[in-house]
């Protein structure tokens, strides 16, 4: 296991924290070279905050197969589960496996329960933010409102674009970096339903919602998972 403190040492660097996420993103390898174009640093800076970031398992390196001569390249990947941070230590990952074994054993009628519990979760994520600011919805104009949501989950990776349409205004927001990712090979028949109740949840709390609706999703070979919303 990673030193705890290493970990938030690590990511306390902001051009390398940036890397990250850039990285995580763009869902692809990228190479130092690729890194220093992209951040305008140099190479072996580069190299540097790439090598800090595989050190504590954020990413991984593989060799570049060119099928030239030489000495191969390295390329840089965000790993699949990320690291957690505990104090003290905590197995919170065996418990959430019991619990969603024990959910899917339950059936349809407790999955039902589960999103209404989650819907109302993200109800309240935003309804405490705003408390906790002193904000009134009826103040906020529609910008503060977006930012307000892309804040709330900037690691996952909500990057809200707004167009008017004649039916009215459509959001489209993409989800980068899903925080379920490591049950969703065994749960995603639910795992996926359970977090969309949660996401309308926090746009309901702010926005008045026609229609949220998934148009991509990492359990059907997507990149990311996106969605559509009609406020």
Known sequence: MVDPLKITSTLADET??????H???NKEAFSVQEIADVFSIHPNVARLHLKKLTDIGVLHAEFEKTGK???PGRLYRATEDGVSLSFPYRDDSQLME????ILEACGEEAIEV???ICHKKGLESIQNI???RRLQMVHLPLEHKVDLITETAALIGYIPIIRDTPE???MKFTVYNCPFHNGIAKHSSFICDLHEAYLKGQF???FDVTEFKQVESMVHDCKFCSYQVSV
């Not at 019991?98 to 074994?101: K, M, N, P």
């Open 204 to 206: 309901e709390a702010l």
């Open 98 to 101: 019991w619990l969603l074994d």
């Open 16 to 21: 390398r924290y940036s890397i990250y996420q």
């Open 130 to 132: 705003l408390r906790a």
């Open 23 to 25: 990285i995580i993103k």
């Open 168 to 170: 009215g205004k459509i």
């Open 114 to 116: 589960g999103k209404k």
């Open 69 to 71: 001569g030489g000495r």
